[in-house]
């Protein structure tokens, strides 16, 4: 037997969750109860259950129509292969929709059922859910369906049936059946080409960034570029981004709504400076002054910012351009969580094509693992010549660290200097050790 769970059709669903719909459960099923080494969940009342739910355009009711003649488990693999082909707008591929169901998702996980495993996909959707007491996984599913089409066509600006009616769901008959189908979720985007191990994909149980009760850890990225080919796929948008001009590229991050972030702030912050500055400083994201006035870098940390660029002769929009790794502020100036840095990525990425500094100063940690895409400290990183897409690159501590830890100045200016004079090899042609 392949890794695919079985699926079996339930009745229909409504979208809209506001049509009375039946609940499509039959009698409860009791299972497992007597089996020694099955874990609690399995022993749970209402079931465990494997669903999976998909776009309405992802799979023609013609397909569905042909597969008729499969056996179960045929059908399965078929539809499988069928949904990981990315048929339809895909429109759980916009990060700010998938955010959206995500969001749903958790709401009411651990209070009226567990979420043992979940994945959004392009076009669709599987759990792995155990519902809780009286709540039936009709009821469930109809909740979590009905709410995520409404806020998705809303961030999608359409109408109309965002979710298929029908859902598929097998009921996990046993620890094997339950290890079967979590791996399954958590393969999913692998398996599809949207990431190189489980843990890459940021909409599913699998990412670190998911733990839904993590002890906020730090949202700097694991090593978050998707394998090959699934960039297409999984942000369309990346590529139009990247033949932007300067022009395209400044009104597209003012329209910006790819992330929850757009929600909350007053202006984006696109970046400022001369827009063929050998010097290209780096720094996480707007705080509130900055959202405020537009321009990076603007309160306290950019005074002492400015003084910085002063100390070696520089001046902020003179051979230098200051970006940002996200162009809207997190709520409280929190550290941005991967899915929004990731969504931002292409700006800043395109800002550096546009430019093509001679080296960039990543002013911080936030900087420096987005742009390096690997988790590390400031510390460990600061002293060394590291690279950007063959872009000499420089870490440095973030001049609000420096506000508060004074002993870290003299180190900064060290790493001043160190880009002083690596920038003096590369003014005069001489190629950088990296
Ligand atoms: N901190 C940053 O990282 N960027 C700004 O623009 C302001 C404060």
């Not at 050998?278 to 309160?299: K, R, S, T």
């Not at 609000?400 to 790493?415: E, P, V």
């Amino acid at each position: 037997m392949g890794l695919a769970p079985v699926w079996r059709r339930r009745e229909r669903e409504g979208d809209s969750g506001s049509t009375g719909d039946p609940p499509a459960d039959h009698a409860p099923v009791v299972q497992g109860v007597h089996n020694r080494g099955y874990l609690p969940h399995l022993k749970a009342k209402g079931g465990l259950y494997f669903v999976t739910f998909r776009l309405a355009d992802s799979l023609p009711q013609e397909v569905l129509r042909q597969l008729e003649v499969l056996t179960d488990e045929q059908r399965s693999m078929q539809v499988d292969q069928y949904l990981d082909a990315g048929h339809g707008e895909n429109w759980l591929a916009r990060p700010e929709v998938a955010e959206a169901l995500k969001k749903v998702l958790l709401h009411f996980d651990g209070e009226r059922y567990r979420l043992h495993a979940w994945v959004i996909m392009p076009n669709h959707a599987h759990l792995l859910i155990e519902p809780f007491g009286e709540y039936s996984l009709s009821e469930i599913m109809q909740g979590i369906k009905s709410v995520s089409a409404h806020e998705s066509n809303r961030l999608l600006k359409r109408e109309g049936a965002f979710w298929q009616p029908e859902r598929y769901d097998h009921l996990v008959r046993d620890q094997e059946d339950f290890d079967r189908c979590r791996d399954y979720i958590l393969q999913n985007p692998v398996k599809a080409g949207l990431a190189r191990i489980p843990q890459d994909y940021v909409f599913s149980s699998g990412s670190p960034a998911s733990e839904k009760r993590s002890a906020g850890g730090s949202p700097a990225l694991q090593d978050r570029r998707p394998a090959g080919g699934s960039l297409a796929l999984l942000d369309n948008r990346r590529s139009s981004i990247m033949r932007m001009d300067w022009s395209e590229l400044k009104a597209s991050v003012a329209a910006c709504v790819a992330c929850p972030l757009h929600a909350r702030r007053n202006r984006t912050v696109f970046g400022v400076g001369d827009e063929n500055a050998d010097w290209l400083f780096v720094g996480e994201g707007p705080g509130a002054d900055e959202d405020a006035q537009g321009e990076p870098f603007v309160g306290q940390a950019g005074k002492l910012l400015d003084n910085m660029l002063a100390a070696i002769n520089l001046k902020r929009g003179k051979n230098v351009y200051i970006a940002n790794v996200i162009k809207c502020r997190p709520p409280g100036n929190r550290n941005p969580e991967p899915a929004e840095a990731l969504a931002c990525e292409p700006y800043l990425h395109r800002q550096i094509e546009l430019i093509r500094p001679k080296l960039i100063v990543a002013l911080g940690k936030v900087a420096a693992v987005n742009l390096l895409a690997r988790e590390a400290s400031v510390a460990s990183l600061r002293g060394k010549l590291h690279e950007y897409r063959g872009i000499p690159l420089i870490v440095t501590y973030h001049p609000a660290y420096l506000l508060r830890s004074l002993h870290d100045k003299a180190k900064a200016w060290a790493d001043l200097c160190y880009a002083v004079e690596t920038m003096k090899g590369l003014q005069s042609g001489k190629s950088a050790t990296i």
